[in-house]
């Protein structure tokens, strides 16, 4: 059921998506170089020990970029997330527990980005660096014990978006967050929905 509701949730998103051209029918070349900030919102789920479930989660980033080809650039990147609060399932019988149970992961991100422009409306996107988190959350033992953790560790992701204009765009995306220490596993997935403005 889960899975039917992710499916439906990003066919309606990848369909909002596609209709954006008709809306901006008039074609502008991307500005794909220096400064930028973006933004994703976006629901985010751990599968982990006693996790299954899912939130909304946000992150904020900002950094630079140098084109290295007409349609290739490359780029630098620092950001914050917070990727929500997740109740843990019930060991014994797969029914909700009471708080403190809950997951909390947030943390700060730094690292590299791509874009490869498709066309000049379409491109494509990837991540990947370094991700320094903070959260709290339970242990995978028979017998649980809330921990409250800090590390570093790596976070990756892509996406596919849309030029409305030369230095705005929106996109869909997809982001993992490894975080995980002491066996508590708050390793986070986020599929998101952005938007990104170029100086």
Request: charged content about 15%; proline content about 4%; hydrophobic content about 35%.
């Amino acid at each position: 059921m889960k899975m039917k509701k992710t499916l439906l949730a990003l066919a309606l998103a990848t369909t909002g998506l596609l209709a954006v051209p008709a809306v901006f029918a008039q074609s502008t070349p991307a500005h794909s170089d220096g400064w930028f900030i973006n933004g994703n919102v976006g629901r985010t789920a751990i599968n982990q020990g006693p996790y299954d479930g899912h939130d909304t989660g946000y992150a904020l980033n900002g950094g630079y970029r140098w084109s290295l080809a007409p349609n290739f650039s490359l780029g630098a990147e620092v950001g914050y997330n917070d990727l929500g609060n997740i109740h843990a399932k019930n060991v014994f019988n797969s029914q909700p527990v009471i708080a403190p149970g809950k997951s909390q992961l947030h943390g700060w991100t730094v690292g590299a980005n791509a874009r490869y422009d498709l066309s000049p409306d379409w491109y494509v996107g990837g991540r990947a660096g370094l991700y320094s988190w903070t959260g709290h959350g339970l242990s995978n033992d028979i017998n649980p014990i809330n921990k409250s953790l800090s590390s570093n560790s790596w976070y990756a992701g892509a996406g596919v978006g849309y030029n409305l204009t030369s230095n705005l765009s929106v996109g869909l995306n997809y982001d993992y967050f490894d975080a995980s220490k002491r066996n508590v596993d708050l390793s986070t997935d986020m599929v998101s929905v952005s938007a990104e403005y170029r100086f």
